[in-house]
Nanobody
Framework: VQLQAYGGGLVQAGDSLRLSCAAS????????MAWFRQAPGKEHEFVAG???????YYADSVKGRFTLSRDNIKKAVYLQLNSLKPEDTAVYYC???????????????WGQGTQVTVSS
């Protein structure tokens, strides 16, 4: 499966963004999908995941501010980012796998990343 992430941008603290990840391939519905982010000099950080059956999980740092959803017909996942903070600044990546994991190493397919920059 190929993934394409988009929707990042430069916003101010408190603003919102909606990231999208579009997938190609016929078997999207069986994949667990996740968003990771990577700030300069840091490792990939799990942000949110939505498993094939629809359950969602969030990192504590984004819980209550970010919302992840999926549309299996459109083969896409959407990450709504609200109440953005400067510490949310990073490149955001979507990933697909059959893993239900918080670990980046467990995901086989990755999008190209989209930059989110939050100014204070």
């Amino acid at each position: 499966v190929q993934l394409q992430a988009y929707g990042g941008g430069l916003v101010q603290a408190g603003d919102s963004l909606r990231l999208s990840c579009a997938a190609s391939g016929r078997t999207f519905s069986i994949f667990d999908m996740a968003w990771f982010r990577q700030a300069p000099g840091k490792e990939h950080e799990f942000v949110a995941g939505i498993w094939w059956h629809g359950a969602t999980y969030y990192a504590d740092s984004v819980k209550g501010r970010f919302t992840l959803s999926r549309d299996n017909i459109k083969k896409a996942v959407y990450l709504q980012l609200n109440s953005l903070k400067p510490e949310d600044t990073a490149v955001y990546y979507c990933a697909a796998g059959q893993t239900q994991s918080y670990l980046a190493s467990q995901y086989k397919y990755w999008g190209q990343g989209t930059q989110v920059t939050v100014s204070s």
